[in-house]
């Protein structure tokens, strides 16, 4: 069965940096053609894609954020990292990680709820 | 703004047929990759159906996908209290190699 889970800081200043780890279980994310992708959602707001990386360490990001964003993944902890630099209150959201395969979100992690204020 | 557009709210009887519609531009909604989304209150997004018409395992065929002309569509017969919540569309954009998303339809079960 694949799951996936969220964690991290619950509130973060602004300025900083939010570091957020993806813990992955039935399924590794050297598997070919599997992908871990990154979605936020502010509080009563709509979905908003941040990245994705891929088993082969190829990585995408969305546009808007790409200077703020890094994704990694370490194979031998079988976990997936995003940090956003400068964090600022239009940050706050609940943030999903997702396992993707053919393109296709098919699981999501039950998401972490942060909050930037100081 | 979203780059999929939704009708913000939805609503129906118990037993009633709905339809939740989602446009954009042919290269989103005409994609074979076209998706939707239920998440229920205090949730998160569960995939319902795929490829613009594949139901995800586990998901009732109450739940049926479609596409026509330059929008997809979600129907949900036999409408159940359980239903209530947002229902998102999505798609895969080659161009940024990662998913544009509709601003969600509420649906309420009157």
């Known amino acids: 069965q694949i799951t996936l889970k969220e964690s991290g800081p619950t509130l973060v200043k602004p300025t900083q940096t939010l570091t957020l780890t993806c813990t992955l279980s039935?399924?590794?994310?050297?598997?070919?053609?599997?992908?871990v992708g990154w979605i936020r959602q502010p509080p009563g707001k709509a979905l908003q894609w941040l990245g994705i990386?891929?088993?082969?360490?190829?990585?995408r990001y969305t546009p808007s954020l790409k200077t703020r964003l890094t994704i990694t993944k370490d194979s031998s902890t079988n976990q997936v990292v995003l940090i956003m630099t400068d964090v600022g209150p239009v940050d706050t959201a609940t943030y999903y990680c997702?396992?993707?395969?053919?393109?296709?979100?098919?699981?999501w992690g039950q998401g972490t709820t942060v909050s930037v204020s100081s | 703004q979203s780059v999929l557009t939704q009708p913000p709210s939805a609503s129906g009887t118990p037993g009633q047929k709905v339809t939740i519609s989602c446009s954009g531009s042919?290269?989103?909604?005409?994609?074979?990759?076209v998706f939707w989304f239920q998440q229920l209150p205090g949730t998160a997004p569960k995939l319902l159906i795929s490829?613009?018409?594949q139901r995800a395992s586990g998901v009732p065929d109450r739940f049926s996908g479609s596409k026509s002309g330059t929008s997809v569509s979600l129907a949900i017969s036999g409408l159940r209290s359980e239903d209530e919540g947002d229902y998102y569309c999505?798609?895969?954009?080659?161009?940024?190699?990662?998913?544009?998303f509709g601003g969600g339809t509420k649906l309420t079960v009157l």
């Open positions: 997702v396992h993707s395969l053919f393109r296709t979100p098919d699981v």
């Open positions: 039935g399924f590794s994310i050297t598997n070919s053609g599997v992908g």
């Open positions: 990386i891929y088993w082969n360490d190829d990585v």
């Open positions: 042919s290269s989103h909604v005409g994609s074979a990759y």
């Open positions: 490829r613009q018409n």
């Open positions: 999505a798609a895969w954009d080659d161009g940024l190699s990662g998913w544009v």
